[in-house]
Nanobody, 125 residues
Framework: QVQLVESGGGSVQAGDSLRLSCAAS????????MGWFRQAPGKEREFVAY????????VYRDSVKDRFTISRDNAKNIVYLQMNSLKPEDTAVYYC??????????????????WGQGTQVTVSS
């Protein structure tokens, strides 16, 4: 049974940093793309970042690419999202996800098969 559990969210002020973690269990994930998505109230879920199976490819949405860093530790089955210089517009529930088709990349949430429960990030101005 595949499970993803996010942690590390919280309430911070603009300019602060947070590191989100996603612990995966129930399978082998070293061949799968791992992604982070977020969803604000009243809005659709949107892509934040993904990292390839080896960690060699990292892609970010434009609004976060100079502030966020995605990484993964395949030995521990953990993916991280380091978020620096947070802005109020980053406020959302953040989800980690796995694209279970091996060796595939993508930014479309519909292509991801497993999801965590989400962790709330709130950034005040």
């Amino acid at each position: 049974q595949v499970q993803l559990v996010e942690s590390g969210g919280g309430s911070v002020q603009a300019g602060d940093s947070l590191r989100l973690s996603c612990a995966a269990s129930g399978g082998a994930f070293s061949s799968y793309t791992m992604g982070w998505f977020r969803q604000a109230p009243g809005k659709e879920r949107e892509f934040v970042a993904y990292i390839s199976w080896t960690g060699g490819t990292r892609v970010y949405r434009d609004s976060v690419k100079d502030r966020f860093t995605i990484s993964r530790d395949n030995a521990k089955n953990i993916v991280y999202l380091q978020m620096n210089s947070l802005k109020p517009e980053d406020t959302a529930v953040y989800y980690c996800a796995v694209r279970s088709v091996p060796l595939r990349l993508g930014t479309d949430p519909n292509d991801y098969n497993y999801w965590g429960q989400g962790t709330q990030v709130t950034v005040s101005s």
